[in-house]
T-cell receptor, first 112, second 114 residues
Framework: SQQGEEDPQALSIQEGENATMNCSYK?????LQWYRQNSGRGLVHLIL?????REKHSGRLRVTLDTSKKSSSLLITASRAADTASYFC????????????FGKGTKLSVIP | DAGVIQSPRHEVTEMGQEVTLRCKPI?????LFWYRQTMMRGLELLIY????????DSGMPEDRFSAKMPNASFSTLKIQPSEPRDSAVYFC????????????FGSGTRLTVV
Protein backbone atom coordinates (compact mmCIF):
# COMPACT_ATOMS: atom_id res chain seq x y z
CA SER A 1 0.00 0.00 0.00
CA GLN A 2 1.14 3.56 -0.59
CA GLN A 3 2.31 5.49 2.45
CA GLY A 4 2.46 8.89 0.79
CA GLU A 5 -0.39 10.28 -1.26
CA GLU A 6 0.28 13.30 -3.44
CA ASP A 7 -2.25 15.93 -4.30
CA PRO A 8 -3.13 17.00 -6.92
CA GLN A 9 -2.58 14.07 -9.27
CA ALA A 10 -1.94 16.49 -12.12
CA LEU A 11 -1.12 20.19 -12.27
CA SER A 12 -0.77 22.46 -15.27
CA ILE A 13 0.68 25.97 -14.92
CA GLN A 14 2.26 28.71 -17.01
CA GLU A 15 6.00 29.25 -17.01
CA GLY A 16 6.97 31.68 -14.27
CA GLU A 17 4.15 30.68 -11.93
CA ASN A 18 4.67 28.82 -8.67
CA ALA A 19 3.71 25.15 -8.35
CA THR A 20 2.62 23.61 -5.07
CA MET A 21 2.25 19.88 -4.49
CA ASN A 22 1.08 18.24 -1.32
CA CYS A 23 1.78 14.90 0.29
CA SER A 24 -0.05 13.17 3.12
CA TYR A 25 1.13 10.08 4.93
CA LYS A 26 -0.18 7.76 7.60
CA UNK A 27 2.49 6.54 9.99
CA UNK A 28 5.38 8.15 11.87
CA UNK A 29 8.47 8.98 9.89
CA UNK A 30 12.15 9.67 10.35
CA UNK A 31 12.30 11.83 7.26
CA LEU A 32 10.38 12.62 4.11
CA GLN A 33 11.93 12.99 0.68
CA TRP A 34 10.86 14.43 -2.66
CA TYR A 35 11.90 13.03 -6.02
CA ARG A 36 11.44 14.11 -9.62
CA GLN A 37 10.96 11.78 -12.56
CA ASN A 38 11.20 12.97 -16.12
CA SER A 39 9.37 10.91 -18.71
CA GLY A 40 11.16 7.65 -19.42
CA ARG A 41 13.85 8.27 -16.82
CA GLY A 42 14.70 7.20 -13.29
CA LEU A 43 13.82 9.15 -10.18
CA VAL A 44 16.10 11.95 -9.04
CA HIS A 45 16.40 12.89 -5.38
CA LEU A 46 15.51 16.55 -4.79
CA ILE A 47 15.39 17.22 -1.08
CA LEU A 48 15.11 15.50 2.29
CA UNK A 49 13.45 16.96 5.36
CA UNK A 50 13.84 15.35 8.77
CA UNK A 51 10.98 14.87 11.18
CA UNK A 52 12.34 17.57 13.52
CA UNK A 53 12.50 20.14 10.71
CA ARG A 54 9.61 22.31 9.58
CA GLU A 55 10.95 23.92 6.44
CA LYS A 56 13.83 23.44 4.06
CA HIS A 57 15.01 25.28 0.95
CA SER A 58 17.09 24.24 -2.01
CA GLY A 59 17.37 26.70 -4.87
CA ARG A 60 13.83 27.25 -6.20
CA LEU A 61 12.46 24.45 -4.03
CA ARG A 62 10.82 24.92 -0.67
CA VAL A 63 9.59 21.98 1.37
CA THR A 64 7.50 22.14 4.51
CA LEU A 65 6.66 19.36 6.93
CA ASP A 66 3.86 19.24 9.49
CA THR A 67 4.21 16.04 11.49
CA SER A 68 1.08 16.79 13.53
CA LYS A 69 -0.96 16.73 10.33
CA LYS A 70 1.24 14.11 8.68
CA SER A 71 1.62 16.26 5.62
CA SER A 72 4.29 17.92 3.51
CA SER A 73 4.29 20.36 0.64
CA LEU A 74 6.73 21.04 -2.18
CA LEU A 75 6.78 24.51 -3.67
CA ILE A 76 8.61 25.21 -6.92
CA THR A 77 8.96 28.93 -7.48
CA ALA A 78 9.27 30.66 -10.85
CA SER A 79 8.62 27.44 -12.74
CA ARG A 80 10.31 26.64 -16.03
CA ALA A 81 9.34 24.34 -18.87
CA ALA A 82 12.20 22.07 -17.77
CA ASP A 83 10.38 21.49 -14.46
CA THR A 84 7.78 19.44 -16.35
CA ALA A 85 7.96 16.02 -14.70
CA SER A 86 6.28 13.81 -12.13
CA TYR A 87 7.04 14.56 -8.50
CA PHE A 88 6.92 11.92 -5.77
CA CYS A 89 7.08 12.10 -2.02
CA UNK A 90 8.63 9.21 -0.14
CA UNK A 91 8.56 8.42 3.56
CA UNK A 92 11.40 6.90 5.55
CA UNK A 93 10.20 5.25 8.75
CA UNK A 94 13.69 5.04 10.27
CA UNK A 95 14.00 2.62 13.19
CA UNK A 96 16.54 0.53 11.32
CA UNK A 97 14.41 0.23 8.21
CA UNK A 98 15.86 1.80 5.09
CA UNK A 99 12.79 1.29 2.98
CA UNK A 100 11.29 4.30 1.30
CA UNK A 101 7.60 4.10 0.45
CA PHE A 102 6.55 6.24 -2.49
CA GLY A 103 3.28 7.90 -3.35
CA LYS A 104 1.81 7.81 -6.84
CA GLY A 105 3.07 11.24 -7.73
CA THR A 106 1.91 14.57 -9.09
CA LYS A 107 2.33 15.12 -12.80
CA LEU A 108 3.39 18.73 -13.35
CA SER A 109 3.16 20.37 -16.76
CA VAL A 110 4.74 23.79 -17.18
CA ILE A 111 3.54 25.52 -20.33
CA PRO A 112 6.03 27.86 -22.00
CA ASP B 1 30.93 8.02 -10.48
CA ALA B 2 28.66 6.84 -13.31
CA GLY B 3 25.70 6.42 -10.99
CA VAL B 4 23.55 3.32 -10.71
CA ILE B 5 23.83 1.33 -13.91
CA GLN B 6 21.06 -0.95 -15.09
CA SER B 7 20.95 -3.25 -18.08
CA PRO B 8 19.32 -3.81 -20.41
CA ARG B 9 17.38 -0.57 -20.92
CA HIS B 10 14.65 -2.36 -22.80
CA GLU B 11 13.70 -6.02 -22.88
CA VAL B 12 11.00 -7.63 -24.97
CA THR B 13 10.42 -11.31 -24.37
CA GLU B 14 7.82 -13.95 -24.95
CA MET B 15 5.66 -15.32 -22.20
CA GLY B 16 7.34 -18.23 -20.47
CA GLN B 17 10.89 -17.07 -21.12
CA GLU B 18 13.41 -16.32 -18.40
CA VAL B 19 14.37 -12.67 -17.93
CA THR B 20 17.39 -11.38 -16.02
CA LEU B 21 17.78 -7.73 -15.10
CA ARG B 22 21.11 -6.40 -13.89
CA CYS B 23 22.21 -3.60 -11.62
CA LYS B 24 25.52 -2.08 -10.57
CA PRO B 25 25.10 0.20 -7.54
CA ILE B 26 27.25 3.18 -6.68
CA UNK B 27 30.54 2.16 -5.11
CA UNK B 28 30.39 2.48 -1.34
CA UNK B 29 26.60 2.30 -1.16
CA UNK B 30 25.69 -0.57 1.14
CA UNK B 31 21.95 -0.73 0.51
CA LEU B 32 20.36 -1.77 -2.77
CA PHE B 33 16.71 -1.78 -3.70
CA TRP B 34 14.64 -3.19 -6.55
CA TYR B 35 11.41 -1.36 -7.40
CA ARG B 36 8.76 -1.99 -10.03
CA GLN B 37 6.74 0.85 -11.53
CA THR B 38 3.39 0.52 -13.29
CA MET B 39 0.65 3.00 -14.03
CA MET B 40 -1.82 1.09 -11.90
CA ARG B 41 0.30 0.45 -8.81
CA GLY B 42 2.96 3.13 -8.93
CA LEU B 43 6.34 2.28 -7.40
CA GLU B 44 6.44 -0.97 -5.49
CA LEU B 45 9.41 -2.15 -3.47
CA LEU B 46 10.25 -5.72 -4.42
CA ILE B 47 13.32 -6.48 -2.32
CA TYR B 48 16.22 -4.75 -0.65
CA UNK B 49 19.72 -5.76 0.40
CA UNK B 50 22.05 -4.46 3.08
CA UNK B 51 25.70 -5.41 2.67
CA UNK B 52 24.71 -7.94 -0.01
CA UNK B 53 22.26 -9.71 2.31
CA UNK B 54 18.54 -9.76 1.42
CA UNK B 55 16.68 -8.08 4.26
CA UNK B 56 13.09 -7.93 3.11
CA ASP B 57 11.67 -9.70 0.07
CA SER B 58 8.03 -9.44 1.08
CA GLY B 59 7.35 -7.33 -1.99
CA MET B 60 8.38 -10.03 -4.42
CA PRO B 61 5.10 -10.92 -6.09
CA GLU B 62 5.57 -14.67 -6.30
CA ASP B 63 8.09 -17.47 -6.57
CA ARG B 64 8.71 -16.66 -10.20
CA PHE B 65 10.75 -13.70 -9.00
CA SER B 66 14.18 -14.07 -7.43
CA ALA B 67 17.01 -11.64 -6.68
CA LYS B 68 20.65 -12.08 -5.82
CA MET B 69 23.53 -9.87 -4.81
CA PRO B 70 26.69 -11.96 -5.05
CA ASN B 71 28.95 -8.99 -4.26
CA ALA B 72 28.81 -5.31 -3.42
CA SER B 73 28.93 -4.21 -7.04
CA PHE B 74 26.34 -6.40 -8.73
CA SER B 75 22.75 -7.53 -8.33
CA THR B 76 20.30 -9.42 -10.52
CA LEU B 77 16.53 -9.73 -10.60
CA LYS B 78 15.28 -12.82 -12.39
CA ILE B 79 11.79 -13.67 -13.55
CA GLN B 80 11.16 -17.25 -14.58
CA PRO B 81 8.84 -17.92 -16.28
CA SER B 82 7.78 -14.44 -17.33
CA GLU B 83 4.13 -13.48 -17.82
CA PRO B 84 2.49 -10.50 -19.59
CA ARG B 85 1.46 -9.02 -16.23
CA ASP B 86 5.15 -8.67 -15.36
CA SER B 87 5.42 -5.92 -17.97
CA ALA B 88 6.62 -2.82 -16.13
CA VAL B 89 9.65 -0.61 -15.59
CA TYR B 90 12.05 -2.12 -13.07
CA PHE B 91 14.32 0.24 -11.15
CA CYS B 92 17.37 -0.41 -9.07
CA UNK B 93 18.42 2.14 -6.46
CA UNK B 94 21.24 2.38 -3.94
CA UNK B 95 22.00 4.45 -0.87
CA UNK B 96 24.67 4.63 1.79
CA UNK B 97 23.82 2.54 4.80
CA UNK B 98 21.57 4.24 7.27
CA UNK B 99 18.43 6.25 7.30
CA UNK B 100 18.60 9.85 6.24
CA UNK B 101 20.08 9.49 2.80
CA UNK B 102 18.40 9.90 -0.54
CA UNK B 103 18.33 7.09 -3.03
CA UNK B 104 20.16 7.16 -6.33
CA PHE B 105 18.10 5.45 -8.99
CA GLY B 106 19.21 3.81 -12.19
CA SER B 107 17.54 4.61 -15.50
CA GLY B 108 15.40 1.49 -15.28
CA THR B 109 14.68 -1.52 -17.47
CA ARG B 110 11.45 -1.40 -19.43
CA LEU B 111 10.23 -4.99 -19.64
CA THR B 112 7.57 -6.05 -22.09
CA VAL B 113 6.32 -9.62 -22.01
CA VAL B 114 4.24 -10.58 -25.03
Amino acid sequence: SQQGEEDPQALSIQEGENATMNCSYKTSINNLQWYRQNSGRGLVHLILIRSNEREKHSGRLRVTLDTSKKSSSLLITASRAADTASYFCATDPGAGSYQLTFGKGTKLSVIP
Amino acid sequence: DAGVIQSPRHEVTEMGQEVTLRCKPISGHNSLFWYRQTMMRGLELLIYFNNNVPIDDSGMPEDRFSAKMPNASFSTLKIQPSEPRDSAVYFCASTPRGSGYGYTFGSGTRLTVV
